[in-house]
């Protein structure tokens, strides 16, 4: 397993899950109440690598998805199993097979306690979200936006550059130092200037729609 640790989270890297193909990172926070899951890759038995990091099911409160892809989402199948909770949009619904699901949200209360919020960022899917810590200047950016500065993929079903476009543009209006992207490196410094770069790069790559 490829661990590693930034303040309250811990990262687990999509490598560790290879064996099942294309599967996303995994990020933990831990609460006083509890462990909070962002993205749960696509590792249908996600719950034993949790375990194994030892963190105990009934102390899981829920966990959110930034979108509904399966390298992202199927790990929740073993949580839901479980009894804990999953949050993702609603708008996403109709990229997953399993159940239930719970919309984002729903989750709100739960983020906010933590300090965390929801921006919606549209284009990758149409339910595509991010989380935003404000006073730790730290963004989970699923596959809307990664570490060397590019933008996830507008061509799958449901993806719109223009919705991209736009979502950067909103991401770019945050100040962000930490980056926690769905795959590959995480950074912890000067994260707006990544995503201004993503920004720019899109606006050229992506302009004919
Ligand atoms: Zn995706």
Redesign the pocket.
């Known amino acids: 397993m490829i661990v590693s640790k930034f303040g309250r989270y811990t990262i687990i890297h999509e490598e560790t899950f290879e064996e099942v193909g294309l599967s996303s990172n995994v990020y933990i926070l831990k609460s006083n109440n509890g462990y909070i899951v962002f993205d749960t890759s696509g590792h249908k038995e996600l719950l034993k690598f949790l375990i194994n990091l030892g963190i105990e099911k009934d102390k899981i409160i829920g966990a959110f998805l930034t979108?509904g892809?399966f390298?992202?989402s199927n790990g929740a199948i073993s949580l839901i199993r479980n009894n804990i909770k999953c949050y993702m949009s609603y708008e996403d619904l109709y990229l997953i097979n399993f159940n239930p699901v719970f919309d984002i949200e729903d989750g709100k209360r739960i983020l906010e306690e933590v300090g965390l919020e929801i921006i919606k960022t549209p284009g990758?899917?149409p339910g595509s979200v991010c989380f935003y810590s404000e006073s730790e200047a730290l963004l989970i950016s699923?596959?809307t936006v990664f570490s060397d500065g590019c933008f996830?993929r507008t061509d799958?079903p449901g993806g719109s550059n223009t919705a991209l476009k736009n979502s950067l543009r909103l991401l770019s209006s945050l100040n962000i130092k930490v980056l926690f992207p769905?795959h590959g490196d995480y950074i912890i410094e000067n994260a707006s200037k990544i995503i201004s770069y993503a920004l720019s790069n899109a606006e050229y790559m992506l302009s004919n729609y």
């Open positions: 979108h892809h390298d992202h990758h899917t699923g596959d996830g799958l769905g």
